[in-house]
């Protein structure tokens, strides 16, 4: 009786095994949807130039050449800022760079990406960036901020031929 009794309740408890899912169901959540923010190559070429300080907003990486700080602002250019005293930064210029995400140094050479190029400038005279030389499409395409999306009318095949991804936005 002893064994019947063991031999059922094993069974049973192998059987009530069969009700639990083998794997954790997974939430679903839609990818967040995103459009990019194109421009002529053309005009993006063009669009490259130094400005007076600008606000910053979207800031990113931050690069030290002593005194200055360099810090990317988002998609937009490079915000050069005067830190010998480090109490009382003062900006001296805004680089604008379409599409820029990321700035190395070496020596007095900036290299800064613009979409999917790659740019020297000349920074002996931080006031007075030049830019020294252009790489067209040395660099992938800018990708999404995050995971996601993009609609079909967006997707590379449906672009202007001479359209560059400077940026993405959210739909």
Known sequence: MHKLYTGLLGGALLLSLTACPMIDPVDRVPLPRYKPLLMPRIQLEQAVAVLPPQAMHNTGKIYLRDPYLLINERYEGVHIINN????????????RIPGNVDVAMKGNMLYADSGSDLLTFDMSDMQKA???????????????????????EYQAPNRPADAVVIGWQKL
């Not at 010998?84 to 680089?95: G, H, K």
């Open 130 to 152: 030049r830019l020294v030389h252009r790489v067209k499409d040395a660099v992938p395409e800018l990708p999404m901020p995050e995971a996601g999306d993009v609609p079909a």
């Open 84 to 95: 010998i005293d480090p109490a009382n930064p003062q900006p001296v210029a805004f680089l």
